[in-house]
């Protein structure tokens, strides 16, 4: 049997591509910035983010009572629910969900505030 005969040619079916231009616009081409991922840890963070996760998963055991003090000065009391890379629950009158980035410092309950 003939192979060839029993096979249907592609190269009859579908048409040529169209050629690429000859000539490309004086535009450069530029590599793409590196993409990184987002659990990833550039090492200079990593003894501050360890840091960061003993206390908060501390006080989290301990359900310590903590006042958060926000960027526009605003204090949030209650206890630390749970958190993560970015954010931090806190059970007080409200739960409430706080970004990290909006958190001036921290404290415990009936320790005196000395931070400006």
């Known amino acids: 049997m003939n192979l ?20 490309r616009s004086g535009k450069k081409l530029v590599a793409p910035a590196p993409f990184r991922f987002t659990s990833h840890v550039i090492e200079e963070e990593a003894p501050y983010r360890q ?10 055991q301990a359900q310590t009572p903590m006042v958060i003090v926000l960027e526009d000065g605003e204090k949030i009391e209650g206890v630390i629910e749970w958190y993560d890379r970015r954010a931090l ?3 007080g009158r409200d739960k ?3 970004y990290k980035s ?3 410092y921290m404290y415990k309950v009936g320790e005196n505030a000395q931070m400006a």
């Open 4 to 23: 060839e005969a029993a096979i249907p040619s592609v190269e009859s079916e579908s048409p040529a591509p169209a050629p690429l231009p000859a000539f």
């Open 51 to 60: 840091a960061e996760l003993f206390y908060l998963q501390k006080q989290i």
């Open 89 to 91: 629950k806190v059970r």
């Open 96 to 98: 409430t969900l706080i």
């Open 102 to 104: 909006a958190i001036k």
